[in-house]
């Protein structure tokens, strides 16, 4: 049997598992874990510039494609506990990542060591796992341990915890008879599904809520079958959009109080039957519970058993992976269309397009300084159906997901349920090195930017290109909307009069100059008109110079962005609504 280190045995585990990319920051405790990486030479190590950064990559790097697993490396102590965001975005999306810690030896552990720290027991409310391994000998069952769970059920991220005596153990392991656990998913049955559809068929008005789980279990296409032949539309959500094409005629918009679409909401209000998959009624997209079930008959199905009924109870739930559910969708309504029993949907699909052509808000703003929805008109004209958009949090991500478009899956890379300012900019990077081949844009507000700013330099490091654009209003703007209800304007305004860069005004922040001296480029954009042209230069200095290209457009200090504060029928439109075509050019369906 071959003898080696658990480190080492470690990264070969790795390697039959499918990884190709690490992000990570090395250091003491997990030295050993990197000589080895090096020694192997066969998994790309990204240095990243923070251990957060670096575990905000992973999960870019994960969502970017199907069948990816990022991987994240810290030493220990604070690195580990850096990463404890990282984690919970991953959990809280069901994102796989595999979190390695370097750890101080076992026989100091419990002793005050030099950064020495329980993260198994810190990392275990945001992981499906957190081990630290005492015995070498287990150190290739645990990382088999942990393939398997971040693949089986509802994905997530797992951490594995090495203290560096565990490395550097010498183990028997033979690479050459590894082999992955099988993966376990729920799967539906045939009499659950024809229940299923049996009740949508009993429906006037059905809609389809498509979910992210739907993007994890690479099924898009049979989501978009299942919906052709029943000739149901469907609302995907936020961590859903892509799943169907923003132009297909089955697409009805998104719903919810923030990332939504007027005739979304407006189409779901007219909806009687609603069949979620992959979804988990999340509450920026449901609003009040009472308005949004109200005279609606519900199927859930998701792949956590525990996720049906959390949130309500649905008339009809089933635990499945959404793939394996999709596959008998498919099988049952092909049946159903062969034997010309499903029912004729057209007049209400045609409806919800009629809605989408006249429930529109407006992006054509000539104001200097800039309305956010003309940057996004803007973006909609330079940037094409190949684009991956991504980012966090904040009206920037909101107003985003209102007016931009997306065409196909992985294409829009949320971060949904946790939200994390800084989150964009290290997942541009982890979903650019993923798939280097589609461009990448990234969405930001200026507090969001400013948070990871410094990993902008792994992008010019590694020469990874992609185009960052930058709303900047020096305000906390998604707050201070907030802080209306308490009538309050406090501590969310970031102005001051940089002395450095006069020309700034009160906008403070030097942003072009923080990008150049990190090794990106960057570009200014004071007036609408401008705009465009910007864009289309950074996508050119991105392709000559290989590095993040940033585009900041300076926007007026308030703008109050379309949403409700409770229930999906009273959302507030603070803006101008389009009334002519030339309101909204770039909207999906030319104004009615």
């Not at 949130?311 to 793939?323: L, V």
């Not at 050119?540 to 926007?555: G, Q, W």
Request: charge should be negative.
């Amino acid at each position: 049997m071959p003898r080696m280190t658990a480190a080492r045995a470690a990264v070969e585990i790795l390697k039959l598992e499918g990884v190709e990319v690490a992000f990570g920051v090395p250091g003491a405790a997990i030295n050993p874990f990197y000589a080895a990486l090096k020694a192997s030479g066969e998994i790309r190590h990204t240095l990243a510039r923070h251990v957060e950064g670096a575990s905000h990559m992973a999960e870019g790097y994960t969502r970017a494609k199907a069948g990816n697993i990022g991987v994240c490396i810290g030493t220990s102590g604070p690195a580990g506990t850096d990463m404890i965001t990282g984690l919970y975005s991953a959990i809280a999306d069901s994102i796989p990542i595999l979190c390695i810690t370097g750890q101080a030896p076992v026989a100091r552990l419990h002793k005050e060591d030099f950064q020495a720290i329980d993260i198994a027991s810190i990392a275990k409310p945001v992981t499906k796992a957190a081990t630290t391994v005492l015995e070498a000998a287990q150190v290739p069952g645990v990382f088999q341990q942990a393939f398997h769970l971040m693949r089986s059920g509802r994905p997530g991220p797992v951490l594995i915890d090495l203290p560096i005596d565990v490395q550097l153990t010498e183990i028997e392991f033979d690479p050459e008879t590894y082999q992955p656990l099988p993966v376990y998913k729920p799967t539906a049955s045939r009499a659950q599904v024809e229940k299923a559809i049996a009740m949508l068929q009993a429906s006037e008005r059905p809609l389809i809520v498509a979910g992210g789980g739907i993007i994890n279990a690479d099924a898009p296409e049979l989501l978009v079958e299942f919906a052709e032949l029943t000739g149901v539309p469907v609302i995907p959500t936020l961590m859903g959009w892509g799943i169907i094409a923003d132009d297909h005629e089955l697409n009805a918009g998104m719903v919810g109080l923030q990332t939504s679409h007027r005739y979304g909401n407006a189409t779901f209000l007219e909806s009687d039957f609603v069949l979620g998959i992959g979804n988990r009624w999340a509450n920026r997209h449901t609003g009040g519970l009472d308005v949004y079930t109200a005279g609606r008959t519900f199927v859930h199905v998701d792949i956590e058993p525990t996720q049906i009924g959390r949130i309500f109870a649905a008339d009809f739930g089933i635990a499945s992976d959404a793939k394996a559910a999709l596959e008998l969708f498919v099988e049952v309504a092909r049946e159903l269309k062969a034997a010309g029993q499903l029912k004729d949907r057209s007049e209400w699909a045609a409806s919800a397009q009629e809605r989408k052509a006249t429930l529109q808000r407006k992006t054509h703003f000539d104001n200097v300084p800039m309305k956010p929805q003309r940057v996004y008109e803007e973006m909609n004209k330079a940037f094409g159906p190949e684009t991956r958009y991504v980012t966090t949090i904040g009206l920037s991500q909101i107003a985003g997901a209102q007016m931009l478009h997306v065409y196909k899956p992985r294409h829009w890379i949320n971060c949904g349920q946790a939200g994390p300012l800084g989150w964009t900019i290290p997942a541009a990077l982890g979903a650019a090195t993923a798939d280097p081949e589609t461009p990448v844009v990234a969405l930001s507000g200026d507090y969001d930017f400013q948070f990871m700013i410094e990993e902008l330099a792994v992008g010019a490091q590694h020469k990874i290109p992609y185009v960052h654009v930058l709303v900047n209003n020096a305000y906390l703007g998604l707050i201070r909307q907030a802080q209306r209800n308490f009538e309050i304007d406090f501590q969310v305004n970031l102005e001051f009069e940089n002395l450095n860069s006069p020309e700034l005004g009160v906008y403070g922040v030097d942003h072009v100059k923080v990008a150049e001296g990190l090794g990106c480029k960057a570009i200014r954009v004071t007036e609408p008109d401008a705009l465009l042209p910007a864009l289309e230069e950074a996508k050119k200095l991105a392709a000559e110079f290989r590095v993040p290209v940033v585009v900041e457009a300076i926007l007026e200090r308030v703008t109050n962005i379309s949403m409700a504060a409770a229930d999906i029928d009273k959302v507030n439109e603070w803006e101008e609504i389009a009334t002519a075509p030339g309101d909204a050019p770039t909207a999906i369906r030319p104004l009615v």
